[in-house]
């Protein structure tokens, strides 16, 4: 194997971690690799989606040396984002090399959002370069329903896909967007699977990101609204468990299996977040709400063996962390983004 940069050197563990200011320990970073996609969901983005030049794509070696510099700096966790992260050319160098931090203890769990389509493929690998678990988008289980949703999907990929991880002893957790006229009618074959699998199901608001075609309050959902007509059919029952995400979860006791609710416009949960996003073109934005983000790239590639003025910037950015999203259940408060350029 290729390894894109040096180990963290010795004595890293002396570095300052990061806190915002509101002494918020920041410990997760979610890594965009690239802004491509196999797919085109409706909630994601645009059809004829416009994609940011290559070269002004970070490179696998930056994406590494950026994850290690927030390794040596606190972070805890990596996800893996995209678009749909496992598209980019030779992505597994990337978790290849970010492996030894999970075998020395430096880094405690790194893992993926993905879209299923590629996971047959890469699965095996996943399980060697050190991931456990991974995330799979999923809205429905109707083959039509599932291609008119993500325009160029197949169903049959993703499930050969979550098969394969299951084989492989990846721990897989189902997502799904809760878009009102869809979820309602989806939402009970999901659970059903999901759980007679073994894996979590957690749904998730619609977020007004960029113009897809989808995005506005005509097809937001409160989950509020979607758990209370769950209770009428099946026995939720609260439970403490807690990801270092921002699910907050029931046990289905009809199944037995957990069920997440992610809730960032009907119940708002900033006030403990510990994340940092990074996108695939090198911009830190410390709150997926909020459209300033710092630009790391330049400054990474003006100083190739010199990290302190990227540390600089980091840590500057990071004090200036806002307290929450600007997001309203009215749509209020859009991005003009997609949510594939930052992957979620």
Known sequence: MLHLKPDIPAGADAAPVLVDGFCRQIRYLRLSVTDRCDMRCLYC??????????????????????????????????????????????????????????????????????????????????????????????????????????RWGRLERVMEGIDAAQAAGLHVKLNAVAVKGQIETEVDSLIAFAHGRGMDLTLIEEMPFGDTGRNGPGSFLSLQELRNSLAERWTLVPVLDRTSGPARYVRVAETGGRLGFITPLSCDFCAGCDRLRVGSTGQLYTCMGHEEPVSLRDVLRANPEDDRQVEQLISRAVMGKPRGHGFGMDGGGALKRPMSALGG
Request: glycine share 6%.
């Open 45 to 150: 983005m645009a059809e004829h989606a416009t994609f940011a030049p290559r070269r002004e794509l970070l490179s696998l070696e930056e994406l590494y040396r950026l994850a290690a510099i927030f390794i040596r700096r606190g972070i805890r966790k990596i996800r893996l984002t995209g678009g749909e992260p496992l598209v980019r050319k030779d992505v597994m160098r990337l978790v290849a090399d970010l492996s030894p931090h999970l075998a020395d203890g430096s880094l405690d769990e790194l893992t993926l959002t993905t879209n299923g389509s590629q996971l047959k493929r890469f699965a095996g690998d996943l399980v060697s370069a050190g991931v456990r678990r991974v995330n799979v988008s999923l809205d429905t289980l109707d083959a039509c329903r599932y291609a008119a949703i993500t």
